[in-house]
Nanobody, 118 residues
Framework: QVQLQESGPGLVEPSQTLSLTCAVSGGSITANYYYWTWIRQSPGKGLEWMGAILYSGNSIYGPALKSRTSVSRDTSKNQFTLQLSSVTPEDTAVYYC??????????WGQGTRVTVSS
């Protein structure tokens, strides 16, 4: 069974770049037809899909954050990474890494809380 685990700093200063890593075990991030996604939930708000990297290595992004978001991967470590630039306090959220297949998100990490504050 695939498992995902987020890691990264819990506190980021405004205007800096937030960087999170998702380590994947029990399945390869290059396995056909899966995609590897970042989703966040800000306090009092719903889930927001940020972007994903496909099994092929191509990345896709949600329109709201596209200009500030980058999703990449390291196949040698079987992990993928989120970078969100120019953060503000509005980027304070719980960030989840998630595996997707067709139209379903079938495996979730436990989430990591990130606070943007000076």
């Amino acid at each position: 069974q695939v498992q995902l685990q987020e890691s990264g700093p819990g506190l980021v200063e405004p205007s800096q770049t937030l960087s999170l890593t998702c380590a994947v075990s029990g399945g390869s991030i290059t396995a056909n037809y899966y995609y590897w996604t970042w989703i966040r939930q800000s306090p009092g708000k719903g889930l927001e899909w940020m972007g994903a990297i496909l099994y092929s290595g191509n990345s896709i992004y949600g329109p709201a954050l596209k200009s500030r978001t980058s999703v990449s991967r390291d196949t040698s470590k079987n992990q993928f990474t989120l970078q969100l630039s120019s953060v503000t306090p509005e980027d304070t959220a719980v960030y989840y890494c998630v595996r997707g297949f067709t139209m379903k998100f079938d495996s979730w990490g436990q989430g990591t809380r990130v606070t943007v504050s000076s």
